[in-house]
């Protein structure tokens, strides 16, 4: 069954691409625009890449913010239209950017080549870890790609604020695109996780817990995400 969600997810976002590399491009995502996209980019400086991988990278935003930084960026994403996007836009006078289409099933079980293991020193994923199995098989890949001390920093809804009418527990929930443009169909499910079992999952695929960060909207003061930085176990 949960197979099934997994497979709706990269349905969904396979049919989502245009009106995504729209919504991003065009600002349209007012929590990212006032806190979560300053958020991540802030935490990645703070570990100072030299290179990183974006796991789920979309059209590509964060690696071209990095890329502008001089960090040398690998994105990789599920969505065909969404890595030309990334390709396409990458700044011309950054350090230059490398992308593929793959899928977390094919990162867990060995399908970035023998150049990524060992190398990179951050591993991003923002807003894209939505998924049960294959993000689990995914992350516990992760080790074996990151250099010695790397660094993995993942954005996510927060969870208490994201169940604020439901219990509390790990579970599928169903998917909304309410908030976004009408020319969003079909919201993939989403895989949701309290932060202890965050926290359990990243322990369990051998890392070991740095930080959590919770950015608050400045109007509200309520959690706009909640990022978790975890460190390779050396
Ligand atoms: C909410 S978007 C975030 C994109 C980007 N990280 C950003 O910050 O704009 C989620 C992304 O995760 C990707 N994704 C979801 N499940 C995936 C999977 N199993 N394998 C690879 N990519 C996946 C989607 O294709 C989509 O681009």
Do not use: K
Not at 54 to 72: F, N, P
Not at 224 to 230: M, Q
Request: net charge negative.
């Amino acid at each position: 069954m949960s197979g099934d969600f997994d497979d709706r997810i990269i349905t969904s976002w396979h049919t989502n691409a245009a009106p995504w590399v729209r919504a991003i491009r065009q600002r349209e995502i007012v929590s990212r625009v006032d806190v979560t996209n300053d958020a991540i980019v802030s935490t990645l400086r703070s570990l100072r890449p030299t290179h990183l991988l974006d796991v789920g990278c979309g059209e590509g935003w964060l690696c071209h913010a990095m890329a502008r930084d001089g960090v040398s960026c690998v994105g990789v994403d599920v969505v065909p239209a969404l890595i030309d996007a990334a390709r396409a836009s990458h700044p011309v006078d950054a350090v230059p950017g490398t992308y593929a289409v793959l899928a977390y099933d094919a990162i867990a079980t060995g399908a970035l080549s023998d150049h990524d293991v060992g190398a990179f020193d951050v591993i991003v994923s923002n807003f894209a870890l939505i998924g049960e199995a294959p993000v689990e098989t995914m992350l516990a890949a992760l080790p074996a790609l990151m250099a010695p001390g790397g660094h993995v920093v993942i954005q996510t809804l927060h969870p208490v604020m994201a169940s604020l009418d439901v219990p509390y527990v790990d579970g599928w929930r169903e998917g909304s695109w309410t908030g976004f443009s009408s020319e969003f169909a079909d919201a993939p499910p989403w895989y949701f996780r309290t932060i202890s079992s965050w926290v359990a999952l990243l322990t369990q695929v051998g890392l070991t817990m740095r930080a959590l960060h919770e950015p608050v909207f400045p109007e509200t003061g309520r959690p706009a995400s909640l990022i978790l930085c975890a460190n390779r176990a050396d």
